[in-house]
């Protein structure tokens, strides 16, 4: 059986682990979060950023950074995970559902301003599959209405708009480093803070709402409860593993782009012919090599097709399912359809995507695609 993901390790998690025990500092922010925080910092020039446990709790750091409250609103495109939403919703916000585009499962950004109101907080776009949104439209709505923008940039370390990363364009943003992700350490996540006013306060909210940080640097001369906030930052073990990741970064992205175009230059045959649709990458941003996903032409069809290819031991999956039809949403959802939303929900198929996937792996997959739809 090809499985559908397989995590990567480099070689050096387990060596970086037995050094942060050895260190006698296995709990949160010990040398390797603040070598992580560093290599975000001078790669990226974000202005602040803090390892979290998972990219869930990224975002929820984001709505106790803005203040959400219940009758607040918050614009989540539906065609996202239910960690997007969920981050607000748990503060009592109303989650406004965004359609897709026609031409990528990302939100249509030309029909958000129908949707801002008196009671809109922040909007949250999600870089799927590592491609970006128009964030020129996007920051020019925020500025106009004065309301926050936060990346969820779960599948998009390392992608660039316009020159400039993911994450990084918003107000604030969220990574994750989920085991299926490009980067791992099998759960974990990064708040990445562009908004400096925002800086002190999403480190009190990090240590469990005091002013630890501080103290330890010397800022101040005792430490106590001074905020909101949670346990939100991961062990030294985490981030030994994940530094391991980040020193091969490189590596893993030349090579998951070159999986990429491997499925790309095999499958467009088939898109020709139209019988599949194949990714779209704006002419706007970069491709990080998350996934690769086509599209098939009816619900019915992408069934038959992960059986066919599951008989022939392959393992394909379906994504998300639109939000606004969820079985805990759905009764409450007092929004428009959501076409495009539901479309990719009933007509995507992702196919197997991992660091040590090999070529001829690649090949037998892509044939037997072929030859089902011949």
Same mark, same amino acid.
């Given at each position: 059986m090809i499985p559908f993901n397989k995590p990567f390790l480099t070689g050096k998690e387990t060596d970086y682990i037995v050094d942060a025990v050895n260190s006698g500092h296995i709990s949160g922010n010990g040398v390797f979060t603040k070598k992580c925080h560093n290599f975000f910092q001078e790669k990226y020039e974000f202005h602040k950023v803090l390892l979290t446990t998972s990219c869930t709790d990224a975002l929820e750091m984001c709505a106790l950074l803005i203040d959400i409250k219940p009758g607040d609103e918050v614009i989540v495109p539906s065609y996202t995970f239910v960690s997007t939403a969920l981050a607000f919703v748990r503060q009592g916000a109303k989650v406004i559902f965004a359609d897709s585009s026609v031409n990528h499962p990302n939100l249509d950004v030309d029909k958000l301003e129908s949707l801002i109101t008196k009671k809109t907080r %922040?909007?949250? !776009?999600?870089?799927y599959a590592s491609m970006a949104v128009? *964030?020129?439209?996007? *920051? %020019?709505l925020a500025d106009k209405y004065n309301i926050f923008v936060i990346e969820d940039a779960a599948q998009a370390i390392n992608t660039f708009y316009k020159g400039k !990363? /993911? $994450?990084g364009i918003g107000h604030l943003g969220a990574f994750s480093f989920h085991e299926t992700k490009n980067i791992i350490s099998g759960e974990g996540g990064l708040l990445i803070i562009n908004d400096e006013k925002l800086a002190e306060r999403a480190e009190i909210i990090w240590e469990k709402g005091t002013n630890r940080a501080s103290f330890f640097r010397g800022e101040v001369n005792k430490y106590g409860w001074v905020d909101t906030g949670s346990s939100f930052l991961p062990s030294e073990i985490t981030a030994a593993f994940l530094y391991a990741q980040l020193e091969k970064m490189d590596m893993i992205q030349r090579k998951r782009t070159y999986i990429w175009n491997l499925y790309y230059n095999g499958l467009l045959h088939l898109s020709e012919q139209g019988k599949i649709k194949l990714p779209i990458v704006p002419e706007y941003s970069t491709n990080n090599g998350h996934m690769f996903y086509i599209l098939c032409k009816s619900l019915?069809?992408?069934k038959n097709l992960i059986f066919y290819l599951k008989e022939r031991g392959i /393992?394909?999956?379906?994504?998300y399912l639109s939000l606004h039809k969820s079985e805990f949403y759905n009764n409450i959802?007092? $929004?428009?359809? /959501? !076409?495009m939303s539901d479309y990719y929900t009933d007509h995507l198929l992702r196919l197997p995507f991992y660091f040590e996937l090999k070529d001829n792996e690649i090949n037998r997959i892509i044939k037997h695609i072929i030859d089902f739809f011949d």
């Open positions: %922040a909007i949250v !776009p999600v870089h128009d *964030m020129d439209k996007v *920051m %020019a !990363p /993911l $994450g019915e069809e992408r /393992l394909s999956v379906f994504h959802y007092e $929004g428009e359809e /959501l !076409p």
